[in-house]
């Protein structure tokens, strides 16, 4: 088949985060500029929720990437998109650094509950706030940005925003709506403004299940890099079998270049 | 059936908690009282985890209860035997004010995480401690005291324990041991330490399915009161039916001792 669009995770594929500002993974700064010299189409494609676009994309361009805010598909834009449709009004339970995404928003008198990886902004008082506002609610609507179970930064391993997500979940007795890696309307929305089908485009991520599995039910193919969160447990799961293994991201451009 | 003994939820039977210390439920000291003088057997069966018995058991005194803590059946001493006997050390993470309950406990070099509702506890920090504990065992041990969803304060709607052990659960892909109601053995402790069998033992409680449903489980007759936590909808309750509504505590005692 055909490839015209490549679909590229950004931590764990390009760089590894971490507090210090992370690190580029050897080769995959030059393996983007590869496929934009190669006429293919690409949009990085994160769950990055820490961070506004814009200063997510200036972090990886201090680190060498040719990256630009209107490549990135990430989470909260997917949200505000849903909230604009919806006429929801959201109470935020996200990172201080993410708020500005929501700046157009209407935030008066809350009818949704929007949560992102807070970080230190998960504080009892705010769980119990955001609780209080979705219980309050006639039908409780909840939405995720994300629902990641746990991350690794330098100084040790942290529950990620799905934990906090069961948490409210359980508490309210609903299901929260996930915005963002591996939810298929995220990756649809990634693929129109690519314009590209997905039979005709690659998804290349660290991450078996969000990034893998998550593509290729959207009828993708999805490599798997061997870089960032990759475990070699992940090549037994039970589930998810990725198209191909690479062992970076300068391995798969180079596999899809020679093919094309 | 002869009935022998009893067991009684506290909060919402004998009394309605609150940051102030509580306001007796009418007639229920009383109710207590006429029990005791029956010569029926008497349990008390909370899931209260905030304090030791000891002060709980003093603030009820303070309130004209006749109760003391030999009579009390508690979720933290229930935890002490399930750790004592599986030679479990545990990390916890619980309110201030329950530590001494595991004063004589070894939590060196912890190889589980005991969660009970800690309430400004539920740090962040913590949060991330008592999961990095549980994810560095080989088969993560947790054992939750209750499952609550929520309570009420005089300040508000509060997270209750379910909702972190949900959180931990999902994180560390881990189902946790519940001790307290509803759970089986924690029931069965109670009927052995008053020396009746569950047939001749009624549940008297104002929880539809921790109270209720876990008692009917043990083979326990069970009698839902109107007051605390009630609700009109508990009523058509899809799972779970009382053996009887009553009013309150003393509607209940009144109609069992008139049938002894």
Redesign the interface.
Known sequence: RAVRGLLLDVSGVLYDSGADGGVPIAGSAEAVRRIKASGLKLRFCTNETQATRESFVKKLRGLGFDISVAEVTAPAPAACTILRERGLRPHLLVHDDLVPEFAEIDKTNPNCVVLGDA??N???AN??EA??VL?GMDKPVLISLGKG??YKETD?????V???M????????VQAEVVGKPAKRFFESALTEMGVPPEQAIMIGDDIVNDVGGAQRCGMRALQVRTGKYRPSDENHPDVKPDAYVNNLAEAVDIILKQL
Not at 166 to 173: G, I
């Open positions: 970080a230190e998960f504080t009892y769980l119990n609780f209080r219980i179970r746990y040790g391993l942290k529950l990620d799905g934990a906090y069961k948490a409210l979940e359980y508490a309210c007795d």
